[in-house]
Each structure stands twice: as C-alpha cells, then as structure tokens.
C-alpha cells in the first residue's frame, strides 16, 4: 500500500518560515524513481500546484506565486520529499499536499496534508 505522509505545518506569522517534510513507504519501486510534487489548497479555491522535484537528474520547477520563497528538496535515502518555505505570507494559507507520479502517469498518490496557517 502506497502512504504519503506529510508533515511539518503549523502557525508561523507573516515573514517567518517553515519546512515541511513528506515520507514515503510502499511504493512498488525505489523512492528515487517517482516524481514528487507539492500541492495546497485554501478554502474555496481550486488546489494549485506549488512544485516539483523530479525522478531522473532531479530538475525542479515552482509556480510563480512561491518562486524565490519556497524550495523543494529530496533526500532518496530517506524516502523524504521537503518544502522549505521561506517570507510567507496570508495568501500561502492552505492545506499542503505533497503527491507522487512516475512517468507522467498520474497515479493520484497523495498524502492526508498539513495545514499551514500564516496569520498574525
């Protein structure tokens, strides 16, 4: 059974920083082969896509809302996928999901999420 499972939300006030963490188990192959994503979702909006650190060669794309403030990483070792999340403000409020694909295939794996709230 594939579990996605996120980690690391919490308040932080506007400007602070944060880094959330995503662990992986039962995939069929090794964690290094998936692609991981990070997506989130505030209330009444559409869940957007935020960023992502691919299999092979590892290259990395973000949206434009977070580019400059966020950074996503992997340690394969650990199966983990991380945000670091960096000057956040209101509207990064959300539930963040990190998801898991190989070869484009969109396997809609998904984790339960963490919710991020930057308020002051």
């Known amino acids: 059974q594939v579990r996605l499972v996120e980690s690391g939300g919490g308040l932080v006030q506007p400007g602070g920083s944060l880094t959330l963490s995503c662990t992986a188990s039962?995939?069929?192959?090794?964690?290094?082969?998936?692609?991981m994503s990070w997506y989130r979702q505030a209330p009444g909006k559409e869940r957007e896509y935020v960023a992502v650190?691919?299999?092979?060669?590892?290259?990395?794309n973000y949206a434009d809302s977070v580019k400059g403030r966020f950074t996503i990483s992997r340690d394969n070792a650990k199966k983990t996928v991380y945000l670091q999340m960096n000057n956040l403000k209101p509207e990064d409020t959300a539930v963040y999901y990190c998801?898991?694909?190989?070869?484009?295939?969109?396997?809609?794996?998904w984790g339960q999420g963490t919710q991020v709230t930057v308020s002051s």
């Open positions: 650190i691919r299999s092979a060669g590892g290259s990395i």
């Open positions: 039962g995939f069929i192959f090794s964690f290094s082969a998936y692609d």
């Open positions: 998801n898991a694909d190989r070869n484009g295939m969109r396997l809609n794996y």
